[in-house]
């Protein structure tokens, strides 16, 4: 609301003015009342009014007196409606001569005031408009002049700038920086935009957050990050204010920000120029939320001796969880990745590395589904590369993300081996009565038909009720029974035919499956 204040040395006039509009409704509130000019000067200097309506002929300081002190004074936007009885318009005359527009005769109409309330108002409005806008276009010079700073970019003409707002002495005392991230809400895209609203709350949780400390300058760099720069006078208490600072700040965005954020705090430096160090220190902070989680506060001096490892045996760790995803097990798949985060955590391993593995895996294992099923596309479209963005601001999040693509992978496979269930059977039998006279593996089974040799072991004894290796010497001792009793071939020359190595063997098996040696089954064949 505006402030108005009424000057009268009658006191049933300044109760009519104080009636006879409704000011609250017009977006006034009256912040005083005097019965002179010297009275209302005091008043000025105190109450800083918007809008005075004083009466012209006043004893101790008349209302041209009033308008000269407001003048002289700076205030030089208070709107004045001078009010004068009958006979007193000369002196209203004189008003004018000091850019006053509004004059009243006693004995006032409602009307009358009413109209010239409105305009005033209107007047008010617009002049708020002109400086806010004002405000903003200095507000957006210094915010660029500031950033080419940060970046080390700047040029002579910007330091002048600066002069303008800060003093020397200011210019060459102690800088730090906070860098603010604001995680977006759709985590698909890292650079969506927030609305207009949730900006305007994010910042008003920075500025309430340092408001109260001198020399702070708050630069909105992006749609979701937003830099404090703070000059900081004494050196002895340069750390504790900008960790104050860091701390109201992250306990003001806890309340507004549901997407997480993380804050990053610089190094001091001494002097403007320096305050890229600063700047670069804070986005190294950043850099460690990555281990830390959302909503983090991170101070330079405490991460400055902590360096990231680039080396570790991604070929071994990177076949366990391959070969756990191809035998179809979730606990292993659970175990490994748990073990195999915890190890990058423990190590330090560097989250470029970290998230360069994970892709890489997800590459290899929608290589692998579409090896197996050539009708997956569906499936690896909707599990890309892409789907990574946004997860890998922090190990918890990434490691999650990785966990349910590899479990989802599983349930996958087991859907479309349950499918081919029947048809992997055939393939099966018509695989090995082709081959089983050979030296074959279920390795080799396996890889002819997509299958992980685990999961073609497990699939085997489920469908035959017989390991593979049983499976074999079955179908061999059921054919060497048909040679012995088909034709003239000798015991070692159906061993051989069959594919043992040596006699014994065959023997062993032989007995095993018949319970009896070959020259006994040659007695009694029938």
Known sequence: MYKVLLVDDEPMALELLKY??????????????CCNGEEAAEAIDKYKPDVIITDIKMPVMDGLDLIRYALEHGEKNIKFIVVSGY????????????????????PILQEEIYEIIIEVKQQLDQMCRDIESTQMDQKAV???????????????????????FLNEDTLFMGWNCIVI??????QLDIKVEFNKNTRLNIRKAIDKAVKSSSGFFVIEQSSNTFIILASLKNEDQRACKINHVAEGVYES???????????????????????KHSYVAALASLDHRFY??????????????????????????SSKVFEAVEEVNSNKINNIIDTTFEYFKAHRIDPDIVIMFTSNMICKINNLIYQTDDKAKEFIDNHTIRELKGQERSMVELKKFFENFCLGVC???????????QSNVIKIETFIKENYKRNLTIRELAENLYMHPAYMGQLFNRKFGMSFNEYIHEMRIEEAKRLMNKTDLNNCEIAHELGYCNYNSFLQQFQKYTCMKPTEFRKFRI
């Open 20 to 33: 006879v509009v409704e000011w609250e409704k017009l977006g006034f509130s009256i912040c005083g009342t």
């Open 87 to 106: 006979g007193e318009f000369e002196y209203a005359k004189k008003a004018m001569q000091y850019d006053v527009r509004y004059y009243l005769q006693k």
């Open 142 to 164: 210094l915010n660029g002049v500031l950033s080419n700073i940060l970046l080390g970019s700047a040029r002579h003409e910007d330091f002048e700038y600066l002069e303008l």
């Open 181 to 186: 991230e604001i995680e977006p809400c759709n």
């Open 253 to 275: 965005l806890i309340s507004v920000v549901s997407s997480g954020f993380t804050i990053g705090v610089g190094e001091n430096v001494v002097g403007i120029n320096a305050v």
């Open 292 to 317: 830390m989680g959302h909503n983090c506060l991170i101070f330079y001096n405490e991460i400055k001796d902590k360096t990231f490892n680039f080396e570790f045996n991604e070929l071994c760790m």
């Open 411 to 421: 349930e996958y496979f087991k859907e479309v081996r349950d499918r081919n269930a």
